[in-house]
């Protein structure tokens, strides 16, 4: 086996593993530290896929600016007193997963994908040229999105409430 | 290089396993984060499909960069709310949540 087929398995048990433990860890904070270490595994296959700049998104966006958010956000909310895993979920979503982890795994091994010669390397200067060439709209679009759910979230999480502790602006 | 359905069977079951987390947790905040997980298990198969089924092809990264800043903007507000309705209802439990319930 070659070094980096093993060390794609190698990654990916230990991604899946963290992710079983964000989605069932007891303590929240441990759950977002599992995710962490969940994401940044992501971004080791994407080395191991020959997607390098996307290594380094995942590892800046997803390790960087999204683990500091939803450890935040926990910090700012209470941690649950009730049992987390909901009774009710907790079957129905073990029986759906199963369900369509079976359905998936089906899909993908009965067919025989098509893998064309040897993986390329896709290097920086071509992704750029591709972004503001051929994907030029969508990338203004997806700009657009950003700003627009940075003010969103920015208007939704202001508090306007009276009697809460941050006050927005002075009262009229 | 590894064969293409490993990596499908490698992220179809990061994305049930985001499933699962998505219908049993109970903390909106649990919930976000299982919904990054499948966001995440659905980029690595755009990359996998570009790099390993149309190498030199662009379109998988650019797909999966889109992937990356739509899961960036949807957590930011996802957050947002979740403080949002924390500050209403002092509760983020998801069955709790119920205000647009008809």
């Known amino acids: 086996m070659e070094l980096s087929a093993l060390a794609f398995y190698v990654v990916a048990g230990v991604t899946l593993v963290a992710a079983l ?3 069932s860890a ?3 904070v441990y759950a ?4 962490i270490l969940s994401l940044v595994m992501t971004g080791l296959v994407y080395l191991l896929l020959l997607a390098d700049y996307l290594a380094l998104i995942q590892i800046l966006v997803y390790g960087g600016t999204v683990s500091i958010l939803l450890l935040f956000a926990l910090m700012l909310t209470p941690p649950e007193t009730r049992p987390e895993l909901n009774h009710r979920g907790w079957a129905l979503g073990a029986v759906a997963s199963g369900a369509l982890f079976v359905l998936l795994l089906v899909s993908s091994l009965a067919d025989k994908w098509p893998v064309a010669g040897a993986a390329r390397h896709i ?6 040229r591709a972004l503001f060439s051929t994907w030029a709209v969508p990338f203004e679009v997806a700009s657009v999105v950003l ?14 409430t009276p009697g809460s502790k941050i006050a927005p602006r002075a009262s009229a | 290089m590894v064969p293409i359905e490993h990596i499908m069977v490698f992220t179809g079951a990061l994305f049930c396993i985001g499933v699962y987390g998505v219908m049993a947790r109970r903390n909106a905040v649990l919930v976000l984060m299982a919904i990054e997980l499948m966001l995440n298990a659905v980029a690595i198969n755009l990359v996998a499909f570009g790099t390993l089924v149309y190498p030199g092809q662009i ?16 957590l930011g507000l996802g957050l947002a709310i979740v403080l ?3 500050r209403m209802r002092s509760s983020i439990n998801v069955d709790d949540i119920d205000l647009m319930r008809w």
Not at chain 1, 32 to 35: D, F, N
Request: glycine share 8%; charged share 10%.
């Open chain 1, 123 to 128: 290097s920086l200067v071509d992704l750029g």
């Open chain 2, 59 to 74: 379109n998988g990264m650019v797909f999966a960069i889109f992937v990356v800043t739509i899961a960036a903007a949807e």
């Open chain 1, 26 to 28: 007891r303590s929240v």
């Open chain 1, 21 to 23: 433990g964000v989605v």
């Open chain 1, 147 to 160: 700003l627009v759910a940075l003010l969103g979230a920015l208007t939704i999480a202001r508090s306007t």
């Open chain 1, 32 to 35: 977002a530290l599992l995710l």
């Open chain 2, 84 to 86: 949002r309705v924390y």
